[in-house]
């Protein structure tokens, strides 16, 4: 099984982009792991942005794969609470276990009508390129957590 974390566009914060590079590498350590960079929509309507987003993510995605998005409106958890929900999303029998960050205007209603789950990184607003790195390292965390390793105190 696979893991992948999906987002739109590429990373323009420079100074995030090793951050993101080296829990890459961490986590691959641990698991198979995948980056899906998906081209930014054109539209000039936010709604037309949010379809065509949730199309190209939809024709992507497998009837076996899990989708879990990474949502305001998802499920606040702390780290550990992360790491037993990743441990439960790995014994499923699914193809892949994919994360997906929306883009600026969200998701639409298909997509989360797909989504097998969605969770939330705090109640606080970040910028896109923030996210990435801070789900990165929340998701290194929880492998360290479910190895009982020294890195989570």
Not at 48 to 62: F, M, R, S, T
Not at 96 to 103: A, P, S
Request: charged content about 25%; proline content about 3%; aromatic content about 14%.
């Amino acid at each position: 099984m696979q893991i992948e974390l999906w987002w739109i566009g590429r990373t323009r914060t420079k100074y995030l982009q090793p951050g993101i590079d080296d829990y890459i590498k961490r986590i691959n350590f641990f698991h198979r792991f995948e980056i899906r960079e998906f081209s930014s929509s054109r539209s000039k309507k936010s709604q037309g942005n949010v379809k065509i987003d949730d199309e190209n993510y939809l024709k992507q995605i497998g009837q076996r794969d899990l989708i879990v998005l990474l949502d305001e409106s998802g499920k606040n958890m702390t780290s550990a609470q992360f790491a037993r929900q990743c441990e439960k999303y790995l014994l499923r029998q699914v193809s892949k276990v994919i994360f997906i960050i929306g883009g600026p205007y969200g998701f639409g209603p298909e997509l989360y009508k797909r989504a097998d789950a969605k969770i939330a990184l705090s109640d606080m607003t970040f910028t896109h390129d923030m996210v990435r790195l801070i789900f990165l390292e929340q998701l290194y965390r929880a492998f360290t957590i479910n190895k009982n390793l020294p890195y989570h105190h």
